[in-house]
């Protein structure tokens, strides 16, 4: 048998065939669907007058638009309030399985899929939300679709794709301290530029990706659509398997042992070839920070923002566009920086293993007077835990206030908007213009360079604070 | 469910020339709200079109009374970011037909094409003689034919083939969509549920 990837060999059990020239059909083992991307995609159902093939295999959540604060009370925002209602009476009338506000199983969609146990190797995963990519850490194959796909899931469970080509990034070494997953891939989007990954599926691999735990794996994972990526997904292992075991939606007792039989098989051959390769040494990555309007704009954060001769000349035009956006000088430091806002969650770092990086950085020391920072739990799981694990407390103590879950800031659809002008330290995925509110400047960080900025007001490197 | 079929267009150009245009600019996520279809065009490059005051941003291109068109030409990576479709809907809904750029964001370009707006994509040559003939006479036209794969600027000849799957050609030029395509042959996909194997 021709030897395949990873990639390949769970996409070619999913093709129910091909079309000439054309894509191929892809079956979809599970979906999961929010408020903002599915309403149009059963409003389509409805005039097809057609029916959801499988709703077992759909999960709805509402995310994107939820306020983060009293959610026992209804939304008050009308539009939002009617576009969460809609999810739940669409779910209702297809039996859809949703957790809506206030259940213990609500979050953001990428956060909640992997704590059920929804999410599992070998499958495919599709959600009209370009993050899906963060299921791939499980050794599956997930992506992003727009809403006429969801429709398509919905209506026949498969999608039309052109298969991407395969790309491998291996991460060898060690990190060093106040190294995060997150400023491994902000490394890995800074060399590659956000459009390097096009066309490609992504194949993580090395020892410094073995090493990482599950959710250090989903935060690499998340973000492979920032350099363009269809998807990334890492093979699975025992650390795999053990974090799914037990949990809700997860094989049990017999049914678990040998779905990890299987499970064992998801591996990239040895002499498989990949369309394109890169290696990088965990040695290189430090604490990393974006400078930008686009998540490849990034460096150390020690390091001076390139020169305006530093860039090739004909993307100065932009380069030059953007740094006038975020009102910093090219050439510069930022080590030193005001800043206003900080926030952390998100799909990305929104996790229990973020909370307590977070945690473990400010406990003892006071928030800076001069931040508002916002602390956004990814799920109603992950809430609950940091209150049963004491983190909550700590961070009370710190000056820190805890909010409820949702997506809260990473896109500022709710009311959490950082205003015009003012600088944001952000643990999600994306700085584009505006993407935290109109005129928000957004730098993106790891947790722990985020709770350095959130005691010192200030842009700080985090390791200044491990040595003492 | 049948969409516009998609043959030719000619028509003047609206010259976006920046690059990395994200989904977030195309529509924000404030405007992500409605549960409908229509009206994004009203918020398409929201930010860039309106001032903090909600009056027009005088010098953005789509605010200039002499600049008309169903063509949009933009930087390269345009459409990257979310899988917001909204931002093809927005596109498609202000009266674009087409966007040309040399190089599109993958899900960006699928959701275009679901929704008969043709992506074209060009050399990143041909992109910046495009947007130097646009800057000397705004009223410069494109021709856009689907059916030969190319594009060409009448006035000067300047002409480029571009690609596109032949499935997805057979769309546009029908009218046809993808869901059409898949519940008819869903007896298909109800044989592989039975049929399949593990990787
Ligand atoms: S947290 Fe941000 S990136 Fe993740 S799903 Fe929500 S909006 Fe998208």
Redesign the interface.
């Known amino acids: 048998m021709k030897s395949k990837t990873l990639f390949d060999?769970?996409w070619?059990?999913?093709v129910?065939?091909t079309?000439?020239?054309?894509?191929e059909?892809l079956?979809i083992d599970r979906h999961l669907i929010h408020e903002?991307?599915s309403?149009?995609a059963f409003?389509?159902l409805k005039?097809?007058k057609?029916g959801v093939?499988r709703p077992e295999r759909t999960v709805a959540t509402p995310d994107?638009?939820v306020p983060t604060a009293d959610q026992h009370l209804p939304i008050s925002?009308e539009?939002?309030r009617?576009?969460v209602a809609?999810l739940e009476k669409n779910c209702k009338e297809h039996n859809i399985t949703m957790y809506g506000l206030n259940h213990p199983f609500h979050g953001i969609v990428h956060v909640i899929g992997p704590e059920l146990g929804l999410t599992q190797p070998?499958m495919t995963i599709v959600c009209?939300?370009?993050h899906t990519s963060t299921h791939g850490a499980f050794g599956s194959v997930a992506f992003?679709?727009?809403?006429?796909?969801v429709?398509?899931v919905l209506?026949?469970?498969?999608v039309?794709?052109?298969k991407?080509k395969t790309m491998r990034i291996t991460v060898d070494g060690e990190i060093g301290a106040g190294v995060t997953a997150k400023d491994i891939i902000l490394y890995i989007i800074s060399q590659l530029t956000?459009?390097g990954g096009?066309?490609y599926f992504v194949e993580y691999a090395g020892s410094a990706i073995r090493n990482l735990s599950m959710e250090a794996r989903m935060t690499i994972c998340n973000m492979s659509?920032e350099m363009?990526a269809?998807g990334g997904l890492i093979a699975p292992d025992e650390i795999t398997f053990e974090y799914i075991m037990g949990r809700e939606y997860a094989p049990k007792g017999e049914d678990f042992k040998n779905a990890v039989e299987?499970w064992k098989?998801?591996r990239t051959d040895d002499d498989a070839e990949f369309d394109k390769e890169y290696t990088f040494k965990a040695e290189n990555i430090e604490p990393m920070i974006t400078f930008g309007t686009?998540p490849g704009m990034g460096m150390s954060i020690d390091s001076e923002v390139p020169a305006l001769e530093m860039i090739e000349p004909e993307?100065r035009d932009?380069f030059l566009?953007s740094q006038k956006y975020m009102g910093i000088e090219p050439g510069t430091s930022l080590l030193g920086k005001k800043i206003d806002y900080v926030f952390v969650g998100s799909c990305t770092n929104g996790r229990i293993e973020d909370l307590r990086m977070f945690t473990a950085f400010v406990k003892g020391k006071v928030k800076s007077a001069d931040v508002t920072v916002w602390i956004v739990p990814g799920s109603k799981q992950v809430e609950n835990q940091a209150r049963e694990e004491g983190l909550i407390d700590i961070l009370t103590e710190s000056g820190f206030q805890f909010r409820q879950p949702g997506c809260s800031a990473c896109?500022?659809?709710n009311d959490d908007k950082v205003p015009?002008g003012k600088y944001s330290v952000s643990t999600s995925n994306?700085n584009?213009?505006?993407?935290q509110g109109?005129?928000a400047r957004t730098m993106l960080v790891s947790p722990v360079t985020a709770a350095a900025a959130a005691i010192t007001g200030k842009i700080s490197d985090p390791r200044d604070f491990l040595a003492k | 469910?049948a969409k516009e079929k998609f043959i030719s267009e000619e028509s003047g150009c609206i010259p976006l020339n920046?690059?990395?245009v994200?989904t977030?600019?195309i529509i924000?996520?404030?405007f992500?709200?409605?549960?409908?279809?229509d009206g994004f065009g009203e918020n398409l490059f929201r930010?860039w079109r309106y001032d903090?005051k909600n009056e027009p941003v005088k010098e953005f291109v789509l605010n200039r009374p002499e600049v008309k068109g169903k063509i949009l030409v933009t930087?390269?990576?345009f459409g990257?970011?979310?899988?917001?479709?909204?931002a093809?809907w927005a596109i498609y809904d202000y009266g674009f037909r087409v966007v040309v750029s040399s190089?599109f964001?993958?899900?960006f370009k699928?959701?275009a094409l679901?929704?008969g707006l043709l992506p074209v994509q060009v050399s990143q040559d041909f992109l910046e003689k495009l947007f130097v003939l646009l800057e000397d006479d705004k009223t410069t036209r494109v021709k856009v034919d689907l059916e030969e794969q190319t594009i060409s600027v009448p006035s000067t000849g300047m002409n480029q083939h571009f690609g596109i799957?032949?499935?997805?050609k057979e769309c546009m030029l029908n009218g046809y969509?993808?869901?059409d395509?898949?519940?008819n042959?869903?007896d298909?996909?109800l044989d592989?549920?039975k049929r399949?194997?593990?990787?």
Not at chain 1, 155 to 158: E, M, P
Not at chain 2, 32 to 37: S, V
Not at chain 2, 80 to 86: L, Q
Not at chain 2, 196 to 199: A, D, E, I, K, Y
Request: proline share 4%.
């Open positions: 060999r769970i070619d059990s999913h129910v065939s079309i000439e020239n054309g894509p059909i079956y903002v991307t309403p149009q409003h389509g005039s097809r057609t093939l994107h638009n925002d539009l939002s009617y576009q809609k070998g009209g939300d370009s992003g679709i727009g809403t006429s796909e429709e398509m209506a026949t469970q498969c039309m794709q052109p991407p956000t459009s096009t066309g659509i363009g269809r299987k098989k998801l686009n993307n932009s566009k896109l500022a659809m015009e994306r584009f213009e505006g993407r109109p005129g | 469910m920046i690059e990395n994200d977030d600019q924000p996520a404030r992500l709200k409605a549960t409908t279809r930010d903090r930087g390269k990576n990257s970011g979310s899988s917001r479709e909204h093809a190089f964001a993958d899900i699928n959701n679901n929704n799957s032949s499935y997805k969509d993808d869901i395509y898949l519940l042959i869903k298909e996909v592989f549920e399949r194997s593990l990787w």
